[in-house]
Protein backbone atom coordinates (compact mmCIF):
# COMPACT_ATOMS: atom_id res chain seq x y z
CA UNK A 1 0.00 0.00 0.00
CA UNK A 2 1.26 3.51 -0.99
CA UNK A 3 2.83 5.46 2.04
CA UNK A 4 3.46 8.74 0.53
CA UNK A 5 3.53 11.29 3.05
CA UNK A 6 2.67 14.10 1.19
CA UNK A 7 1.00 16.00 -2.01
CA UNK A 8 -1.90 13.42 -2.65
CA UNK A 9 -2.85 15.63 -5.97
CA UNK A 10 -6.51 14.22 -5.17
CA UNK A 11 -7.69 17.80 -5.35
CA UNK A 12 -6.86 17.53 -9.38
CA UNK A 13 -9.27 14.33 -9.96
CA UNK A 14 -11.94 16.23 -8.76
CA UNK A 15 -11.66 18.93 -10.86
CA UNK A 16 -11.01 16.14 -13.39
CA UNK A 17 -14.47 14.50 -12.96
CA UNK A 18 -16.37 18.01 -11.55
CA UNK A 19 -15.28 19.82 -15.24
CA UNK A 20 -16.32 16.60 -17.02
CA UNK A 21 -20.02 16.10 -15.57
CA UNK A 22 -20.64 20.23 -15.83
CA UNK A 23 -19.73 19.97 -19.47
CA UNK A 24 -22.33 16.62 -20.18
CA UNK A 25 -24.90 18.39 -18.10
CA UNK A 26 -23.80 22.10 -19.33
CA UNK A 27 -23.66 23.67 -15.73
CA UNK A 28 -24.59 26.94 -15.04
CA UNK A 29 -21.31 29.14 -15.80
CA UNK A 30 -21.68 31.07 -12.46
CA UNK A 31 -22.36 27.94 -10.41
CA UNK A 32 -19.52 26.43 -12.05
CA UNK A 33 -17.28 28.78 -11.12
CA UNK A 34 -18.57 28.82 -7.05
CA UNK A 35 -17.99 25.15 -7.20
CA UNK A 36 -14.62 24.95 -8.19
CA UNK A 37 -13.28 26.57 -5.41
CA UNK A 38 -14.09 26.14 -1.79
CA UNK A 39 -16.00 28.57 0.78
CA UNK A 40 -13.30 28.18 3.48
CA UNK A 41 -10.25 26.36 4.15
CA UNK A 42 -9.36 26.26 8.41
CA UNK A 43 -5.58 25.42 9.49
CA UNK A 44 -4.83 25.49 12.78
CA UNK A 45 -2.07 24.80 14.91
CA UNK A 46 -1.99 23.99 18.33
CA UNK A 47 -0.38 22.94 21.58
CA UNK A 48 -0.75 19.68 22.97
CA UNK A 49 1.41 18.43 26.64
CA UNK A 50 2.91 15.01 25.81
CA UNK A 51 3.33 12.21 28.55
CA UNK A 52 6.56 13.17 28.96
CA UNK A 53 6.03 16.38 30.12
CA UNK A 54 6.80 17.84 26.81
CA UNK A 55 4.83 19.99 24.28
CA UNK A 56 4.12 19.40 20.94
CA UNK A 57 2.42 21.56 18.28
CA UNK A 58 -0.01 19.53 15.66
CA UNK A 59 -1.41 21.24 12.76
CA UNK A 60 -5.13 20.12 12.02
CA UNK A 61 -7.21 21.36 8.64
CA UNK A 62 -10.93 22.20 8.12
CA UNK A 63 -11.92 22.96 4.75
CA UNK A 64 -16.16 24.20 4.08
CA UNK A 65 -16.31 23.31 0.23
CA UNK A 66 -19.92 24.90 -0.13
CA UNK A 67 -23.31 24.92 2.24
CA UNK A 68 -25.77 26.01 -0.29
CA UNK A 69 -27.90 22.52 0.60
CA UNK A 70 -27.47 22.76 4.65
CA UNK A 71 -24.31 22.52 7.51
CA UNK A 72 -20.97 21.48 5.97
CA UNK A 73 -20.76 17.83 6.68
CA UNK A 74 -18.25 15.40 6.67
CA UNK A 75 -15.32 13.73 8.25
CA UNK A 76 -12.25 14.14 10.53
CA UNK A 77 -9.41 12.04 9.54
CA UNK A 78 -5.83 11.10 11.61
CA UNK A 79 -3.28 10.44 8.61
CA UNK A 80 0.25 11.70 7.48
CA UNK A 81 -1.11 12.00 4.21
CA UNK A 82 -4.03 14.82 5.62
CA UNK A 83 -2.26 18.26 3.94
CA UNK A 84 -4.42 21.13 2.87
CA UNK A 85 -4.56 19.39 -1.11
CA UNK A 86 -6.30 16.35 0.67
CA UNK A 87 -8.59 17.82 2.63
CA UNK A 88 -9.72 19.97 -0.40
CA UNK A 89 -10.75 16.64 -2.25
CA UNK A 90 -12.23 15.32 0.25
CA UNK A 91 -14.64 18.20 1.47
CA UNK A 92 -15.44 19.19 -2.09
CA UNK A 93 -16.87 15.15 -2.29
CA UNK A 94 -18.54 15.64 0.68
CA UNK A 95 -20.36 18.01 -1.00
CA UNK A 96 -21.17 15.61 -4.28
CA UNK A 97 -22.09 12.96 -1.79
CA UNK A 98 -24.85 14.54 0.65
CA UNK A 99 -26.14 16.34 -2.65
CA UNK A 100 -26.74 12.89 -3.91
CA UNK A 101 -28.08 11.39 -1.36
CA UNK A 102 -30.29 14.14 -1.13
CA UNK A 103 -29.41 15.27 2.26
CA UNK A 104 -29.66 19.06 4.10
CA UNK A 105 -26.44 19.05 3.83
CA UNK A 106 -23.08 20.84 2.11
CA UNK A 107 -19.44 19.49 2.13
CA UNK A 108 -16.47 19.65 4.53
CA UNK A 109 -13.61 17.48 6.01
CA UNK A 110 -10.43 18.08 7.64
CA UNK A 111 -8.27 16.14 10.52
CA UNK A 112 -5.10 16.31 11.77
CA UNK A 113 -1.34 15.70 9.92
CA UNK A 114 -0.69 12.98 12.59
CA UNK A 115 0.17 9.53 12.85
CA UNK A 116 -2.46 7.96 15.66
CA UNK A 117 -0.25 4.98 16.11
CA UNK A 118 2.44 6.84 18.03
CA UNK A 119 0.69 8.45 20.62
CA UNK A 120 -0.82 7.33 23.72
CA UNK A 121 -4.76 6.94 24.49
CA UNK A 122 -4.26 9.90 26.80
CA UNK A 123 -2.42 11.69 24.29
CA UNK A 124 -4.62 11.29 21.34
CA UNK A 125 -7.71 12.70 24.06
CA UNK A 126 -5.50 15.56 24.73
CA UNK A 127 -4.94 16.41 21.43
CA UNK A 128 -8.17 15.79 19.91
CA UNK A 129 -9.94 18.26 22.59
CA UNK A 130 -7.49 20.63 21.90
CA UNK A 131 -8.14 21.00 18.56
CA UNK A 132 -12.07 20.62 18.76
CA UNK A 133 -11.21 23.75 20.70
CA UNK A 134 -8.89 25.35 18.18
CA UNK A 135 -12.00 24.90 15.57
CA UNK A 136 -14.05 26.86 17.85
CA UNK A 137 -17.30 28.55 16.24
CA UNK A 138 -16.22 26.82 13.10
CA UNK A 139 -17.92 23.70 14.17
CA UNK A 140 -21.59 23.20 15.05
CA UNK A 141 -24.67 21.58 14.74
CA UNK A 142 -25.78 24.33 12.62
CA UNK A 143 -22.70 24.86 11.37
CA UNK A 144 -20.17 22.67 10.47
CA UNK A 145 -21.30 18.76 11.52
CA UNK A 146 -17.81 16.16 11.51
CA UNK A 147 -18.10 12.68 11.42
CA UNK A 148 -15.06 9.78 11.84
CA UNK A 149 -12.97 8.76 8.85
CA UNK A 150 -9.51 7.46 8.26
CA UNK A 151 -8.29 6.42 11.88
CA UNK A 152 -10.98 8.57 14.39
CA UNK A 153 -13.55 6.73 15.67
CA UNK A 154 -16.84 6.75 17.84
CA UNK A 155 -14.57 7.44 21.27
CA UNK A 156 -13.17 10.33 19.06
CA UNK A 157 -16.61 11.92 18.26
CA UNK A 158 -17.29 11.96 22.02
CA UNK A 159 -14.02 13.85 22.86
CA UNK A 160 -15.00 16.33 20.46
CA UNK A 161 -19.16 16.18 21.65
CA UNK A 162 -17.60 16.70 24.83
CA UNK A 163 -15.09 19.24 24.39
CA UNK A 164 -17.56 21.59 22.34
CA UNK A 165 -20.16 21.25 24.78
CA UNK A 166 -18.25 21.67 27.88
CA UNK A 167 -17.30 25.18 26.04
CA UNK A 168 -20.77 26.08 25.61
CA UNK A 169 -23.67 27.92 27.95
CA UNK A 170 -25.00 25.28 30.43
CA UNK A 171 -28.44 25.42 28.44
CA UNK A 172 -27.28 24.18 25.38
CA UNK A 173 -25.48 21.54 26.65
CA UNK A 174 -27.28 18.59 25.35
CA UNK A 175 -28.14 20.52 21.75
CA UNK A 176 -24.52 20.93 21.07
CA UNK A 177 -23.48 17.53 21.63
CA UNK A 178 -25.11 16.84 17.45
CA UNK A 179 -21.96 18.97 16.42
CA UNK A 180 -20.64 15.49 15.59
CA UNK A 181 -22.15 12.29 14.62
CA UNK A 182 -20.95 8.59 14.87
CA UNK A 183 -20.75 9.50 18.77
CA UNK A 184 -21.01 6.01 20.82
CA UNK A 185 -24.72 4.94 21.32
CA UNK A 186 -24.35 6.30 25.21
CA UNK A 187 -23.66 9.63 24.35
CA UNK A 188 -26.33 10.48 21.67
CA UNK A 189 -24.88 8.16 18.88
CA UNK A 190 -27.18 6.06 16.41
CA UNK A 191 -27.34 2.39 16.67
CA UNK A 192 -26.31 0.88 13.33
CA UNK A 193 -24.07 4.24 12.41
CA UNK A 194 -21.37 1.69 13.19
CA UNK A 195 -21.44 -0.53 10.03
CA UNK A 196 -23.74 2.61 8.01
CA UNK A 197 -21.02 2.86 5.44
CA UNK A 198 -20.11 -1.18 5.02
CA UNK A 199 -23.91 -1.80 4.85
CA UNK A 200 -24.38 0.94 2.34
CA UNK A 201 -21.28 -0.34 0.27
CA UNK A 202 -22.98 -3.60 0.01
CA UNK A 203 -26.38 -2.27 -0.86
CA UNK A 204 -24.95 -0.81 -3.87
CA UNK A 205 -23.12 -3.92 -5.11
CA UNK A 206 -26.52 -5.61 -4.55
CA UNK A 207 -28.27 -3.32 -7.12
CA UNK A 208 -25.35 -2.89 -9.06
CA UNK A 209 -25.52 -6.72 -9.34
CA UNK A 210 -29.48 -7.19 -9.66
CA UNK A 211 -29.43 -4.81 -12.54
CA UNK A 212 -26.95 -6.18 -14.38
CA UNK A 213 -28.45 -9.80 -13.69
CA UNK A 214 -25.41 -11.41 -11.97
CA UNK A 215 -25.48 -13.83 -9.00
CA UNK A 216 -23.70 -12.71 -5.70
CA UNK A 217 -23.34 -16.42 -4.25
CA UNK A 218 -19.35 -17.56 -4.77
CA UNK A 219 -18.34 -14.25 -6.52
CA UNK A 220 -14.69 -13.30 -5.10
CA UNK A 221 -13.57 -10.42 -3.18
CA UNK A 222 -11.06 -8.49 -1.79
CA UNK A 223 -11.22 -5.79 0.49
CA UNK A 224 -8.26 -3.01 0.60
CA UNK A 225 -8.72 -1.63 4.22
CA UNK A 226 -10.09 -3.83 6.86
CA UNK A 227 -11.01 -0.58 9.37
CA UNK A 228 -14.61 -0.33 9.96
CA UNK A 229 -15.56 -0.07 5.88
CA UNK A 230 -13.47 -2.82 4.90
CA UNK A 231 -14.43 -4.87 7.65
CA UNK A 232 -18.32 -4.54 7.72
CA UNK A 233 -18.38 -4.48 4.16
CA UNK A 234 -16.65 -7.98 4.23
CA UNK A 235 -19.44 -8.56 6.81
CA UNK A 236 -22.12 -7.88 4.73
CA UNK A 237 -20.81 -9.64 1.43
CA UNK A 238 -20.55 -12.61 3.00
CA UNK A 239 -23.54 -12.58 4.11
CA UNK A 240 -25.02 -12.59 0.58
CA UNK A 241 -23.10 -16.07 -0.12
CA UNK A 242 -19.54 -13.89 -1.42
CA UNK A 243 -15.90 -15.41 -0.59
CA UNK A 244 -13.53 -12.89 0.26
CA UNK A 245 -10.16 -14.21 -0.68
CA UNK A 246 -7.61 -11.42 -0.26
CA UNK A 247 -7.10 -8.27 1.91
CA UNK A 248 -4.71 -5.59 2.42
CA UNK A 249 -4.14 -2.96 4.72
CA UNK A 250 -0.97 -1.09 5.85
CA UNK A 251 0.62 -3.69 8.05
CA UNK A 252 0.17 -6.00 5.02
CA UNK A 253 -1.70 -7.95 2.28
CA UNK A 254 -2.89 -11.93 2.80
CA UNK A 255 -4.40 -13.83 0.49
CA UNK A 256 -6.51 -17.28 0.94
CA UNK A 257 -8.50 -18.61 -2.38
CA UNK A 258 -10.48 -21.10 -0.21
CA UNK A 259 -11.81 -17.71 1.64
CA UNK A 260 -11.08 -15.83 4.62
CA UNK A 261 -13.61 -15.31 7.23
CA UNK A 262 -13.76 -11.69 8.14
CA UNK A 263 -15.08 -12.36 11.32
CA UNK A 264 -12.32 -14.62 12.44
CA UNK A 265 -9.46 -11.75 10.58
CA UNK A 266 -11.70 -9.27 12.80
CA UNK A 267 -11.51 -10.85 15.75
CA UNK A 268 -7.38 -11.18 15.20
CA UNK A 269 -6.92 -7.64 14.44
CA UNK A 270 -8.77 -7.18 17.78
CA UNK A 271 -5.09 -8.87 19.03
CA UNK A 272 -2.93 -7.33 17.25
CA UNK A 273 -3.17 -3.54 17.23
CA UNK A 274 -5.87 -3.33 14.29
CA UNK A 275 -3.56 -5.02 11.53
CA UNK A 276 -3.93 -8.06 9.86
CA UNK A 277 -0.22 -8.48 9.08
CA UNK A 278 0.90 -11.98 10.95
CA UNK A 279 -3.10 -14.12 10.21
CA UNK A 280 -2.20 -17.38 10.46
CA UNK A 281 -5.09 -18.84 8.00
CA UNK A 282 -3.97 -16.84 4.75
CA UNK A 283 -1.01 -16.46 3.13
CA UNK A 284 1.06 -13.03 3.26
CA UNK A 285 1.77 -11.89 -0.29
CA UNK A 286 3.30 -9.11 -2.44
CA UNK A 287 1.87 -5.86 -1.74
CA UNK A 288 2.38 -4.75 -5.56
CA UNK A 289 0.11 -7.83 -6.50
CA UNK A 290 -2.40 -7.31 -5.12
CA UNK A 291 -5.50 -5.57 -7.18
CA UNK A 292 -4.09 -8.20 -10.53
CA UNK A 293 -5.58 -10.76 -7.62
CA UNK A 294 -8.23 -13.01 -10.02
CA UNK A 295 -11.65 -11.98 -8.21
CA UNK A 296 -14.60 -10.54 -9.30
CA UNK A 297 -15.35 -7.42 -7.23
CA UNK A 298 -12.17 -5.00 -5.59
CA UNK A 299 -13.71 -3.16 -2.84
CA UNK A 300 -11.39 -0.05 -2.00
CA UNK A 301 -11.91 0.44 1.57
CA UNK A 302 -8.71 2.66 2.88
CA UNK A 303 -6.84 6.32 1.00
CA UNK A 304 -7.09 8.05 -1.79
CA UNK A 305 -5.17 7.24 -5.16
CA UNK A 306 -4.81 3.32 -4.91
CA UNK A 307 -6.07 2.52 -8.53
CA UNK A 308 -3.50 4.03 -10.42
CA UNK A 309 -1.89 4.43 -13.80
CA UNK A 310 0.43 1.29 -12.70
CA UNK A 311 -2.12 -1.28 -11.44
CA UNK A 312 -5.14 -0.27 -13.25
CA UNK A 313 -4.42 -2.37 -16.55
CA UNK A 314 -3.39 -5.46 -14.47
CA UNK A 315 -7.15 -6.13 -12.74
CA UNK A 316 -9.21 -8.57 -13.71
CA UNK A 317 -12.38 -8.03 -11.43
CA UNK A 318 -15.20 -6.80 -13.49
CA UNK A 319 -16.20 -4.59 -10.33
CA UNK A 320 -14.95 -1.96 -8.05
CA UNK A 321 -16.75 -0.93 -5.26
CA UNK A 322 -15.25 2.28 -4.10
CA UNK A 323 -15.65 1.98 0.07
CA UNK A 324 -13.12 4.71 0.53
CA UNK A 325 -13.31 8.31 -1.17
CA UNK A 326 -10.99 8.61 -4.28
CA UNK A 327 -9.22 5.40 -4.55
CA UNK A 328 -9.53 5.49 -7.99
CA UNK A 329 -7.28 8.23 -10.46
CA UNK A 330 -8.93 9.85 -13.00
CA UNK A 331 -6.45 7.90 -15.57
CA UNK A 332 -6.77 4.57 -13.96
CA UNK A 333 -10.66 5.10 -14.27
CA UNK A 334 -10.63 5.82 -18.04
CA UNK A 335 -8.41 2.37 -18.41
CA UNK A 336 -11.05 0.58 -16.29
CA UNK A 337 -14.03 2.44 -18.40
CA UNK A 338 -12.18 0.80 -21.79
CA UNK A 339 -12.01 -2.68 -20.35
CA UNK A 340 -15.70 -2.60 -19.39
CA UNK A 341 -14.77 -2.41 -16.05
CA UNK A 342 -17.67 -1.02 -13.87
CA UNK A 343 -17.28 1.32 -11.01
CA UNK A 344 -19.45 2.20 -8.37
CA UNK A 345 -18.31 5.74 -7.46
CA UNK A 346 -17.49 6.67 -4.19
CA UNK A 347 -20.13 9.34 -3.84
CA UNK A 348 -22.17 6.70 -3.98
CA UNK A 349 -21.20 3.71 -3.08
CA UNK A 350 -19.66 4.75 0.23
CA UNK A 351 -22.53 7.38 1.31
CA UNK A 352 -24.21 5.01 3.55
CA UNK A 353 -22.15 6.99 6.29
CA UNK A 354 -23.10 10.27 5.58
CA UNK A 355 -26.99 8.71 5.29
CA UNK A 356 -26.27 7.47 8.87
CA UNK A 357 -24.45 10.50 10.10
CA UNK A 358 -28.21 12.14 9.18
CA UNK A 359 -30.21 10.39 11.11
CA UNK A 360 -28.35 10.31 14.15
CA UNK A 361 -28.70 14.35 13.57
CA UNK A 362 -32.19 14.09 13.28
CA UNK A 363 -32.34 11.59 16.16
CA UNK A 364 -30.58 14.22 18.31
CA UNK A 365 -32.70 16.98 17.49
CA UNK A 366 -35.69 15.12 17.57
CA UNK A 367 -34.30 13.71 21.49
CA UNK A 368 -35.42 10.67 20.30
CA UNK A 369 -33.48 7.31 20.44
CA UNK A 370 -33.56 5.06 17.50
CA UNK A 371 -33.10 0.90 17.31
CA UNK A 372 -30.93 -0.58 14.69
CA UNK A 373 -34.02 -2.17 13.39
CA UNK A 374 -35.46 1.19 11.83
CA UNK A 375 -32.24 2.71 11.09
CA UNK A 376 -30.97 0.40 8.65
CA UNK A 377 -34.49 0.36 6.16
CA UNK A 378 -34.07 4.20 6.34
CA UNK A 379 -30.39 4.08 4.68
CA UNK A 380 -31.10 1.42 2.17
CA UNK A 381 -33.84 3.33 1.08
CA UNK A 382 -32.06 6.66 0.92
CA UNK A 383 -29.37 4.95 -0.87
CA UNK A 384 -31.27 2.53 -3.30
CA UNK A 385 -32.95 5.99 -4.15
CA UNK A 386 -29.62 7.38 -5.27
CA UNK A 387 -28.45 4.20 -7.09
CA UNK A 388 -31.61 4.58 -9.20
CA UNK A 389 -30.60 7.84 -9.92
CA UNK A 390 -27.41 7.69 -11.09
CA UNK A 391 -27.92 4.92 -13.13
CA UNK A 392 -31.02 6.76 -14.73
CA UNK A 393 -28.84 10.55 -15.14
CA UNK A 394 -25.39 8.02 -16.78
CA UNK A 395 -28.60 6.72 -19.30
CA UNK A 396 -29.90 9.46 -20.45
CA UNK A 397 -26.78 11.50 -20.84
CA UNK A 398 -24.77 8.32 -22.22
CA UNK A 399 -22.27 8.60 -19.79
CA UNK A 400 -20.21 6.41 -16.89
CA UNK A 401 -21.93 6.57 -13.08
CA UNK A 402 -19.50 8.82 -11.66
CA UNK A 403 -20.32 10.94 -14.25
CA UNK A 404 -23.84 10.15 -13.79
CA UNK A 405 -24.00 10.58 -9.75
CA UNK A 406 -22.06 14.16 -9.91
CA UNK A 407 -25.13 15.66 -12.58
CA UNK A 408 -27.88 14.44 -9.72
CA UNK A 409 -25.78 16.47 -7.26
CA UNK A 410 -24.77 19.35 -9.46
CA UNK A 411 -28.64 19.70 -10.88
CA UNK A 412 -29.63 19.74 -6.82
CA UNK A 413 -26.87 22.61 -6.16
CA UNK A 414 -27.73 24.62 -9.93
CA UNK A 415 -31.14 24.67 -8.58
CA UNK A 416 -30.86 26.16 -5.17
CA UNK A 417 -29.05 28.80 -6.34
CA UNK A 418 -31.17 29.65 -9.32
CA UNK A 419 -33.84 29.53 -6.55
CA UNK A 420 -31.88 32.10 -4.21
CA UNK A 421 -29.65 33.75 -6.17
CA UNK A 422 -26.38 35.03 -5.14
CA UNK A 423 -26.10 37.48 -2.28
CA UNK A 424 -26.64 40.89 -2.41
N1 LIG B 1 -16.18 10.19 6.74
C1 LIG B 1 -17.37 9.66 6.14
C2 LIG B 1 -17.40 10.00 4.66
O1 LIG B 1 -16.39 10.21 4.05
C3 LIG B 1 -18.62 10.04 6.89
C4 LIG B 1 -18.94 11.49 6.87
C5 LIG B 1 -20.12 11.86 7.79
O2 LIG B 1 -20.80 10.98 8.27
O3 LIG B 1 -20.32 13.05 7.96
O4 LIG B 1 -18.42 9.97 4.03
Redesign the pocket.
Known amino acids: METKTKKTGMYENVQVQFNKAADVMKLDEGVRKILSSTNSEIVVHFPVKMDNGKTEVFTGFRVQHNNALGPY ?3 LRYHPTLDIDAARA ?1 ATW ?1 TW ?1 TALAGLPYGGGKGGIEIDPSKYSLAELERITRRFTFALGENIGPDID ?5 VNTNAQTMAWIADTFASTKPPSTRFTSMSVV ?2 KPVGSGGLEGRDRA ?1 GFGVVATIKSWAAAKGIELKNKKYIVQGFGNVGYWASHFLKESGAELIAVQDASGTIYNDKGIDPEDLFQYCLTNKGNIAGYKKADAFHASEFFAIPCDIIIPAALGNQITEGNASRIKAVLIAEGA ?1 GPTDTIAEEILLSKGIDIIPDILC ?2 G ?2 I ?2 YFEWLQNRRAEIWKIEKVLPLIQEKIDTAFNETVAAAKKHKTDWRTGAYVVALERIERTYKERGVFP
Do not use: F
Not at 145 to 149: E, Q, T, V
Open positions: KGGLMKIPAPDTGTNNSGVGS
